[in-house]
């Protein structure tokens, strides 16, 4: 495996480099899965791009296009029929290791893995009249041409 898409300093990179143990779901050429130390549910993994990246849009297409495949696999092998798919980019978005990384956290129950109370979960809803969402749609369109 080549290791120079991988940082000397970062602990995924090191996982994926062997330099640190893990608990190894599965490893393909472009990703290394490998258990949550701190899960939060049975089979809480971890599905890491072989190329250290901060966030998402870093990442090339070829190691994304392999990452979602995978995640599917690991999430149907828990057993558990009910899971979230989560991916945090940058310190206000809450992610807490600079390389990109997909957290798979099966929901054996409703208190299981992830839990999202309205007392403990505050979200903010903004009714945007439609002009203002028009304006933001033409923006990303632009962008995306």
Not at 107 to 126: A, H, I, N, Q
Request: include cysteine.
């Amino acid at each position: 495996m080549s290791t120079s898409h991988l940082s000397d300093g970062c602990i995924f990179c090191k996982i994926i480099k062997g330099e640190i143990p893990s608990f190894k779901v599965v490893e393909t050429e472009l990703s290394f899965a490998f258990l949550d130390i701190s899960p939060l549910s049975e089979g809480h993994t971890l599905v890491v791009p072989k190329y250290h990246a901060a966030k998402l849009d870093e990442v090339p297409d070829q190691y994304l296009s392999d990452i979602l495949p995978l995640s599917k696999k690991i999430a149907l092998s828990t057993g558990y029929p009910d899971y979230n798919l989560l991916q945090n980019n940058g310190k206000n978005a809450f992610q807490h290791v600079p390389h990109v990384h997909f957290h798979i956290i099966p929901k054996p129950s409703l208190e299981d893995g992830m839990v999202f109370r309205e007392e403990d979960f505050v979200t903010r809803k903004v009714e945007w009249p439609k002009e203002k969402l028009a304006q933001v749609l033409e923006k990303m369109k632009a962008s995306l041409a």
